[in-house]
């Protein structure tokens, strides 16, 4: 398809989705709170002990490597399989506000503990580790410590917690079922942790499961086992991936057109732009004033990170988890066509985006925009352009910014 | 067989201007001295450089290809001070290197040569700008872009007859403009070219700041950088590929 019959036809839906993002703005949020937080009162009442199904674990980063560590739980009724972050969300549909609702209900039951794991198959943390490496919720009793306290907290690489109560035990209520490539991961203590996950990886564990059993430090050589901060393991992993995706296709032949996908997902527009040559890879970010991560900015925030064909050996100082996770969605696409390219992402975010979910948001609105149809055009700085006239920013400022939008990196043999 | 004789900087100069590029490579004991010839996984930085004979305090060889790994050599070749000999003996039967300095002795393994990345074919470029510069004013230009950009364009105006240099940050820019006063001999011609940063550092430094640096350029092709090291006894030639626009 042309690039411009493309563009046109997502721009009649546009008009809708925007709609439907503005209602949902509607800080009903703030009454299903008081909800969540009368839930708990009952069912925590008086009782120090609750029986609970956790679905997932949580682990801190604040005073590492003293860390607070948590079993979180649904309160409320429901599946607790449906409260843990996954690509299923995406497939769902869900917007800002219920997935903040999926998560201020689950009750983080925390305690602290050393990071330092080896051999803690016991206790609390044995407890939370169990939970981390099954593959469906836990039944699990949890022994508070006191009330919880309901205080919502966001971050941009995690999802959001809900309230916390600090927990004095935690026992298994059951068996919890282990699938056997992680107990294979489990009991190899020689096996380094970034090998172990592309191995689960490629057993058909996605990136949402690996990430778990990481941050319970159930992965890696047995002396380097330790609890991994949630947001530090969110991170590696997209980045661990990421890279053993990348080398699968260091030698594939490169894609023969310039290729444009889309999509939009919870206020924030994709564009993803493939063109033929040698890996490469960009993520550029553009924060509308008054969306979540610009509140008090007047104009569009842009931030930029960027590889070449061997990848990064900096840190990325902007862009952060957004820029492993948009990656990964890439490089999954492209390993599944077997072929390299050049890729440009562009994130906007717009102000509908009025509360950060996590970087998951970001990994499944990526994968999936290449689930529809794209455009195509003779060059890369043509898709820019034309692309540029749907951004909220010109393109000078984009090739200010943008790496790729500068210039391509030729290769010697091209001459 | 090969048995050189060779001082500390001339050896760590060497190996300086190929480690910037690549870990690992061949070298090739000719008669008339050592040849490299290397290319950067990703295709796009090459380095092609010879060391005569006559660089050598002494140099013995009836030819042969080795493979080394370059970190390797050159944290053994700075155990030496600058003016220290350093002594180089292939033994053909362990196909180990052994390097002796002022009584240390060290046994280098060696690499199977054709484990090593195939050397690069050299490009045949007809460039039309030629640009003869300080080695420090390079180091200038490439220090002040860093600080505003990922990458860097280098031009010549022929019709003002100078060579500038251009950075386009976020929010600055860094300008840089020598005129054929400035230099040491310009041949003026329709040049520009953008090229990564992150090569041109790493090639900046191995370039001497007293160095009289050839700059050959084209419209959107490869950069070549010839300079000499070891008193003019050895001979160091990049190419680097651009960032294209046009595409």
């Known amino acids: 398809m042309r690039l411009d019959d493309f563009i046109e036809d997502f721009q009649r839906d546009e008009a809708a989705e925007k709609r439907r993002l503005a209602e949902e703005k509607s800080y009903e949020i703030t009454n299903y709170l008081d909800e969540v937080e009368r839930e708990f009162e009952r069912a925590v009442s008086g009782e120090s002990l609750f029986g609970a199904t956790a679905p997932e674990i949580f682990v801190g980063r604040s005073s590492y490597p003293n860390v607070s560590t948590g079993v979180l739980s649904p309160v409320t009724d429901g599946d607790a399989a449906d409260f843990a972050t996954s690509g299923e969300w995406y497939q769902q549909g869900l917007g800002v506000s219920e997935v903040l609702q999926r998560r201020t209900g689950l009750l983080n039951s925390t305690r602290s503990a050393n990071v330092d794991v080896r051999d803690v198959w016991d206790g609390f943390v044995g407890v939370?580790?169990?939970?981390?490496?099954?593959?469906?919720?836990?039944?699990?009793?949890?022994?508070?410590?006191?009330?919880?306290?309901?205080?919502?907290?966001?971050?941009d690489v995690g999802a959001p917690t809900g309230p916390r109560a600090s927990a004095e035990s935690a026992t298994l209520a059951e068996n919890p079922h282990v699938p056997r490539p992680v107990k294979k991961t489990l009991e190899d203590d020689d096996w380094r942790a970034e090998g172990a996950m592309t191995y689960l990886y490629r057993r058909g564990f996605d990136v949402y499961d690996i990430n778990t059993i990481l941050s319970a430090g159930a992965l890696g050589r047995g002396r380097d086992r330790r609890l991994v901060p949630t947001r530090w393991s969110i991170t590696a992993v997209d980045d661990t991936v990421g890279q053993f995706l990348r080398g699968g296709i260091r030698n594939a032949s490169t894609i023969s057109e310039t290729e444009v996908w889309y999509n939009e997902y919870m206020g924030n527009r994709y564009w993803v732009v493939l063109t033929p040559g040698q890996w490469e890879f960009e993520l550029v970010e553009m924060k509308a004033p008054d969306s979540v991560w610009n509140p008090a900015g007047e104009a569009y925030y842009l931030a930029s990170a960027h590889e070449g064909y061997e990848g990064r050996t900096g840190y990325v100082e902007e862009t952060a988890g957004a820029y492993y996770a948009s990656r990964l969605g890439v490089l999954e696409h492209l390993n599944d066509r077997g072929r390299q390219a050049k890729c440009l992402v562009l994130r906007e975010v717009t102000d509908d985006y009025w509360a950060p979910v996590g970087v998951w948001q970001v990994?499944?609105?990526?994968?999936?925009?290449?689930?529809?149809?794209?455009?195509?055009?003779?060059?890369?700085?043509?898709?820019?352009t034309e692309v540029t006239e749907q951004l909220p920013v010109s393109l000078g400022a984009l090739r200010r910014k943008s790496e790729l939008v500068a210039g391509l990196q030729a290769k010697l043999s091209d001459f | 067989m090969f048995n050189a004789i060779v001082s500390a900087d001339t050896l760590q100069a060497t190996l300086d201007s190929v480690s910037v590029l690549v870990e690992e490579c061949k070298i090739h004991l000719e008669e008339d001295g050592l040849e490299i010839r290397a290319v950067d996984p990703a295709n796009v930085g090459m380095v092609d450089l010879s060391l005569s004979a006559s660089a050598f305090e002494s140099y013995?060889?009836?030819?042969?290809?080795?493979?080394?790994?370059?970190?390797?050599?050159?944290?053994?070749?700075?155990?030496?001070?600058?003016?220290?000999?350093?002594?180089?003996?292939?033994?053909?039967?362990?196909?180990?290197?052994?390097?002796?300095?002022?009584?240390?002795?060290?046994?280098?393994?060696?690499?199977?040569?054709?484990?090593?990345?195939?050397?690069?074919?050299?490009?045949?470029?007809?460039?039309?700008?030629?640009?003869?510069?300080?080695?420090?004013?390079?180091?200038?230009?490439?220090?002040?872009?860093?600080?505003?950009?990922?990458?860097?364009?280098?031009?010549?105006?022929?019709?003002?007859?100078?060579?500038y240099v251009d950075a386009e940050g976020d929010t600055d820019d860094v300008h840089l403009e020598l005129t054929a006063e400035d230099l040491i001999d310009l041949t003026a011609g329709p040049a520009s070219s953008l090229f990564s940063l992150d090569y041109l550092k790493d090639m900046n430094k191995a370039i001497p700041s007293d160095a009289e640096v050839t700059v050959d350029l084209g419209e959107e092709f490869p950069v070549k950088l010839h300079f000499e090291i070891a008193e003019g006894q050895g001979q160091v030639t990049y190419m680097l590929a651009p960032r294209v626009q046009s595409d």
């Open chain 2, 60 to 163: 013995e060889t009836d030819g042969g290809l080795i493979g080394v790994n370059l970190s390797r050599l050159e944290d053994i070749a700075g155990m030496a001070d600058a003016d220290q000999l350093i002594h180089l003996e292939l033994d053909e039967e362990t196909r180990k290197l052994h390097i002796a300095i002022d009584g240390l002795e060290y046994t280098l393994a060696l690499i199977n040569p054709d484990s090593i990345r195939q050397e690069p074919d050299l490009p045949d470029l007809d460039l039309p700008a030629q640009i003869v510069l300080e080695g420090r004013d390079i180091d200038r230009a490439v220090k002040a872009s860093d600080m505003v950009s990922d990458h860097i364009e280098l031009g010549v105006d022929d019709t003002d007859d100078l060579f």
């Open chain 1, 128 to 155: 939370q580790r169990e939970v981390a490496i099954a593959d469906h919720p836990v039944d699990v009793e949890v022994g508070l410590d006191g009330e919880p306290d309901i205080d919502l907290s966001l971050d």
């Open chain 1, 363 to 384: 990994r499944e609105g990526v994968r999936n925009a290449f689930d529809g149809q794209h455009g195509e055009t003779e060059t890369f700085r043509q898709a820019v």
